[in-house]
Each structure stands twice: as structure tokens, then as C-alpha cells.
């Protein structure tokens, strides 16, 4: 057996006694041909190996180079280096796999920008940021599986290829065998589907949120969690062309029930981040307090990203309509001094900027804003009696804006149907998303959590492209 190795984070938790351990991990750095600071990935913190002078070949220690893999045999001792209560001194030393420095391109010297590291994506793992990022990001997938565990959710798979457009949007990447050099043709001139794979147009999903409901009106109460694909040709910093999305919907639930569920949820995926991955929140902190010295003073944070999540834990979020949201805005002085770039007055798809000025300046934590105008949203949200507005909930974030979107769903057949042909939904394609409807309707609401925004929000990341291993964004697939 080769692995019978001890994990650095285990490593640090024992005391110093002199005891034989095996570790085994990529050199951090070499120092004064005696001090290797090796790093596993189970951990920021590094552990010290200290080759004795004279003790090891000096070829051995040519070879002991940024990111050479290494097998490590010796004792654990008390360190007198300081931050480091123990270090390993070793008997033993295996070069698994050599690091040409000369080529490296990781030069962790020299402070490598994020910009950069996105280059060399493959590697970014090798950092302390993308190390402490990518353990957030994998805790904060398991407390999703286990907040909805513990309520009785049950999980559930939604197809990744569908024929449907969840969203009504257009924003869909096709998928098809259909020769692109000599495509069949209808005698119209159309593209011929019926010859192509699935015997008609399919696209990747943008949501799973149909089928959610489908599943939801029998199981009760479901979540997805899976990939989603958008081809919306936004270059921002919060847009992916491939994100994936936590999908819970739920029976008997109307927008109220379902707001609570997020904000609980959001808190409880914070809360749970906090007490499983405290030192790598406290370099991310860190990473972000020395990123934003370098900006002017009224763009900085307030508050540190640990004091922000706290007090998100502590407040509770706040709540306005839609109206009321555009009465603010358009009392505010940014609007009156003409700060926003973008018009504001009822009926508009609030921007970025009006979005974070609502969460930022204004009231300074979350806010779930309802009741959206029927126009500016998807035709399965559940029409309010105003005629106007429908039963919408979007919770706005310090920093990423919209983080989660969500509604009441409409569950009257003839008010959805009537909606459907006012948005040009082709209810033909939809007829078993309609059954559910025809068939023991009820209340019933769900909402949709970006995972990557969620991602951006606990490690404080400002790029979206720097919380998901290998983004795709437009003109950008590589990996
Ligand atoms: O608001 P959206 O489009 O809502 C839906 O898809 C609904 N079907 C959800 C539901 O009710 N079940 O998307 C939901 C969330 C957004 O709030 C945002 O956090 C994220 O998904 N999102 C994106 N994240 C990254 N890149 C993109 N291009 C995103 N588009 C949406
Ligand atoms: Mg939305």
C-alpha cells in the first residue's frame, strides 16, 4: 500500500512527542536549503519539514523545487519558528514528482493577480486563495444536501438536456447531431428537427424548475441542485454561461412560506461555512482587507467579510415590494443627483446599480424584494390581484445584487394559460407541465439560489470567474 500517509490538518491538530509520521505534499517553498514548507490541500497551513544540514544528498535537495510532490518520513517536533506549534523532522525524503522552476508558471513570490490566475486555471489550485475557496465551496454544497436532508426535502435530478424553455428567456444553447455543413430543410426553408437526434429541437437546460414542480406536486417538497446553462451574452462579473443552481419547490407553500425558507437557508449555509472552515474564512478576510487597501476610501467595504457574515447571520433581512423599492430609489440622492446610469420609474428591470444601491447604501443588508410587474417576469409566477404584479421574490446581496429568484407559482389553469399565449409560451410543448395543474392543483412556491453567487458572497470574491474551477464564460472554454 503507498498511501499510509497522515493528512497535514490532522498533523497539526496532535502535539509534539517525537512520534514517526508519513506525510506527503507539493513544496510551498525551500529555505536556506533546510526549511520545506509542504502543503497537502487538506490545509492552508503549511507544516514545516526540516532537512538537517549535511544529512541528505545534495542532489536530493536540487530537486526540492515550488511544487515538486514529496513524500516525507520523520518525527514530529516542537517548533521554535513562530505561528507553528510543531514541525516535522525528516528522516526520510522521496521526490515523487519534480517541478521544473524554470518553467513553473506559478511564481507565488511575486503575488500572481487573480487576472492571471484565471490563465492558469489548472494550477490556481496550488494557491492559498483557490485552496481556501474551493473547501468553502465543497462545504457549502454538503450543507445544502444536509439543510434539505434534515427538513425532508427529497432530491431530485432534472434532466440537463430538455425540449423546454423553463425561462421563456431564449437564452438556450442547442444540442444537436444535425450535420451544421448540410443542415435537412423543410419545404419552408426551415430546419428540418424531426431528422435530429431527439426527433426535435432540444437545448441545455436553463432551469430545473418545471420538472421541480412536477415532482413537488406528489413528493411534496423537492430541491435540484445541478448545472444550468445560459447563453445570455453578458460579460459581467456575476455571469456564468454555465452555473449551477439549487432549485427547491414546494407544495402547499405560498410567497411568504417561501421567503422564510430562503432566508433561512442562507443563513444556515453561512452559519454552517463559519463553524467548519474558520481559518479558511480568516485568509480570505485577510486577502480581502490587503486587496481592498488598494482602493480609493469610499469604495471599500464597511465592514471585513467576517463581520459582514456575522451581522447577515444576525439581522433579519429586510422586506419591501417592488413599488416600494422604485419610491426609493427614486427619492434617493443618487437618483436626484443623477448618479444612476440607467432610467428609473415603475415598470423597469432594476439594474445592477439600483440594486446595490438599495442593499449597499440604503438599507445596508439584504432585502427580498416582492412582487415584481407581470411584465419583467417568467409566465409561471402567480398573477396578484392588482392585475399588475405578480408574486415574485428576489433577494439582493451586499456586493452580488440578485442572488436568489423565486415565486408563488400560478396555480389556476386558466390564469396561467392565459398567460402563456399573452408571453408566447407554446402551452402545446407545455401540456404535462399544464396536467399538474388539471390534476389535484395547489399553492405552491419554490426559488432558485445561484450556486457560484453564493460562493462569491461567503469568500468575498468580486468575480464570479473565481468561484466556480473552470468558468465558461463568452469566448472563454478553455480546460
Ligand atoms: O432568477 P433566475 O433566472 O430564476 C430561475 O431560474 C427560476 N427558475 C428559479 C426558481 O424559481 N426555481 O435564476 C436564479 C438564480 C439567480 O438569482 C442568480 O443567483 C443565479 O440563479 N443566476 C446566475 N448565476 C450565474 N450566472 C448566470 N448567468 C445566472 N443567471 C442566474
Ligand atoms: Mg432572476
Redesign the pocket.
Known amino acids: 500500500m503507498f498511501n499510509k500517509r497522515l493528512k497535514i490538518k490532522e498533523l497539526l491538530k496532535q502535539e509534539a512527542e517525537n512520534q514517526q509520521v508519513t506525510i506527503m505534499g507539493w513544496v510551498r517553498s525551500f529555505r536556506n536549503n533546510q526549511f520545506i514548507a509542504l502543503n497537502d490541500g487538506s490545509t492552508n497551513t503549511n507544516v514545516q519539514v526540516v532537512a538537517e544540514l549535511g544529512k541528505f544528498e545534495e542532489s536530493l535537495l536540487k530537486r526540492i523545487t515550488p511544487s515538486a510532490s514529496l513524500k516525507v518520513t520523520g518525527s514530529v517536533i516542537p517548533s521554535l519558528g513562530k505561528g507553528q506549534k510543531l514541525e516535522v523532522k525528516a528522516t526520510s525524503i522521496e521526490v515523487l514528482g519534480d517541478s521544473d522552476p524554470e518553467t513553473y508558471p506559478l511564481q507565488l513570490k511575486n503575488r500572481p493577480s487573480l487576472e492571471y490566475l484565471r490563465e492558469i486555471a489548472h494550477l490556481r489550485f496550488r494557491t492559498n486563495t483557490f485552496g481556501a475557496i474551493f473547501r468553502i465551496r465543497h462545504t457549502l454544497a454538503f450543507a445544502i444536501h444536509r439543510f434539505f436532508n434534515d427538513r425532508g426535502f427529497v432530491y431530485l435530478h432534472t434532466p440537463i438536456i430538455t425540449a423546454s424553455d ?2 421563456g428567456a431564449g437564452e438556450m444553447f442547442r444540442v444537436t447531431t444535425l450535420p451544421l455543413e448540410n443542415l435537412p430543410k423543410n419545404e419552408d426553408g426551415t430546419i428540418n428537427f424531426k431528422e435530429d437526434f431527439f426527433g426535435r429541437s432540444a437545448n441545455l437546460t ?2 430545473g ?1 418545471l420538472e ?1 414542480e412536477l415532482a413537488a406536486t406528489a413528493l411534496g417538497e423537492i430541491y435540484t441542485f445541478g448545472p ?1 446553462f ?1 447563453a ?1 451574452n ?1 460579460n459581467t462579473p ?4 454555465e ?1 449551477w ?1 439549487i ?1 427547491p ?1 414546494m407544495a402547499f407553500c405560498d410567497l411568504e412560506d417561501n421567503m422564510n425558507l430562503a432566508e433561512e437557508f442562507i443563513k444556515f449555509l453561512i452559519r454552517y461555512t463559519m463553524e467548519h472552515n474558520h481559518d479558511d474564512l480568516a485568509f480570505l478576510a485577510q486577502r480581502l482587507a490587503d486587496e481592498e487597501k488598494q482602493l480609493p476610501q469610499d469604495k471599500r467595504s464597511e465592514m471585513g467579510l467576517i463581520e459582514k457574515l456575522d451581522f447577515v447571520l444576525n439581522n433579519a433581512f429586510e422586506r419591501i415590494t417592488y413599488t416600494e423599492a422604485i419610491d426609493i430609489l427614486l427619492q434617493s440622492p443618487a437618483y436626484k443627483k443623477k448618479k444612476f446610469q440607467y432610467p428609473v420609474e415603475w415598470g423597469i428591470d432594476m439594474q445592477s446599480e439600483h440594486e446595490r444601491y438599495l442593499v449597499e447604501k440604503h438599507f445596508k443588508k439584504p432585502v427580498i424584494v416582492t412582487n415584481y410587474p407581470a411584465k419583467i417576469k ?1 409566465f409561471y409566477m402567480r398573477q396578484n390581484d392588482d392585475g399588475k404584479t405578480v408574486a415574485a421574490m ?1 433577494i439582493l446581496a451586499p456586493g452580488i445584487g ?6 408563488q407559482r400560478e396555480e389556476r389553469l386558466e390564469r396561467l394559460e392565459q398567460r402563456m399565449k399573452e408571453m408566447n409560451v407554446p402551452a402545446e410543448d407545455l401540456w404535462w407541465y399544464l396536467d399538474t395543474r388539471r390534476f389535484g392543483s395547489v399553492p405552491h412556491s ?5 450556486f ?2 453564493m460562493v462569491q458572497f461567503v469568500t468575498g470574491m468580486t468575480n ?1 470567474r473565481d468561484a466556480i474551477a473552470f468558468p465558461r464564460t463568452p469566448n472563454n472554454a478553455e480546460f
Open positions: 423553463a425561462e436553463v432551469s424548475q421541480g444550468t445560459r445570455e453578458s456575476r455571469h456564468l454561461a452555473f443552481m432549485e419547490e417568467a428576489d440578485e442572488i436568489v429568484g423565486g415565486s419554490g426559488f432558485g439560489l445561484g457560484e453567487r464570479i
